[in-house]
């Protein structure tokens, strides 16, 4: 059973920063994850974010993120973490933290991939 928590949305104006928080909880063996994040607006459907392999390394990011976002691992602390920097009223959604038991590739960036998701959370850029 995996289990993950996000934490950290927020009301932020525009060019803000909020960093988001995925607590991870499992009696699996991670070592072979990747993590996500993606995010879905109203009206619109889930988007690839950001990933990440358990163990750190290589990332991935969609364009209109790359050079404000960053993904990362607290590794004492089991948690994957999103800072969102230069924050844009396009990119208010609700954000979802994700986990793939197949490990990193370039198929992280598809939603379908992940078996495990968090709850989400809301994230609202005002202009």
């Known amino acids: 059973q995996v289990q993950l928590v996000e934490s950290g949305g927020g009301l932020v104006q525009a060019g803000g920063s909020l960093r988001l928080s995925c607590a991870v909880s499992s009696r699996r063996t991670f070592s072979n994850y990747a993590m996500g994040w993606f995010r879905q607006a109203p009206g619109k459907e889930r988007e690839f974010v950001t990933t990440?392999?358990?163990?750190?390394?290589?990332?991935l990011y969609r364009d209109s993120v790359k050079g404000r976002f960053t993904i990362s691992r607290g590794i004492a602390k089991n948690t994957v973490y999103l800072q969102m920097n230069s924050l844009k009223p396009e990119d208010t959604a609700v954000y979802y933290c994700?986990?793939?038991?197949?490990?990193?590739?370039?198929?992280?960036?598809?939603?379908?991939?992940?078996?495990?998701w968090g709850q989400g959370t809301q994230v609202t850029v005002s202009s």
């Open positions: 990440i392999p358990w163990s750190g390394g290589a990332t």
């Open positions: 994700a986990a793939r038991g197949q490990g990193f590739s370039s198929d992280t960036i598809y939603s379908n991939e992940y078996l495990y």
